[in-house]
């Protein structure tokens, strides 16, 4: 548990927020580009390894995804599930 209150920790997730923050902005200025895109499962793979919160924030800063019910109903999923689960280890 004490790996969970780490600055190492904290450090990876701000790393994986930001990643994912970007990865729609960059995902983003591909569309209106025509150009090679980033896959779906990219986003969600960052998100499940905890990066919920910058995926679902850079959903609608970007307006990307927005449409897609997967990543609506998803990236909110996810984020709920993670946090519930730091709750569950912090009272443990």
Avoid at 63 to 70: A, D, S
Avoid at 74 to 82: E, I, K, N, V
Wanted: glycine letters at 8%.
């Amino acid at each position: 548990m004490a790996f969970f209150c780490s600055p190492a920790f904290a450090g990876y997730l701000v790393v994986l927020n930001v990643l994912a923050l970007v990865l729609m902005g960059v995902d983003k200025r591909r569309a209106k580009r025509h150009a090679w895109r980033i896959p779906e499962a990219t986003f969600f793979a960052v998100a499940l390894l905890g990066g919920s919160a910058g995926a679902w924030a850079g959903m609608y800063l970007f307006r990307h995804k927005t449409r897609h019910w997967y990543f609506v109903v998803g990236m909110p999923f996810l984020l709920a599930a993670q946090c519930a689960a730091a709750a569950w280890l912090a009272l443990r």
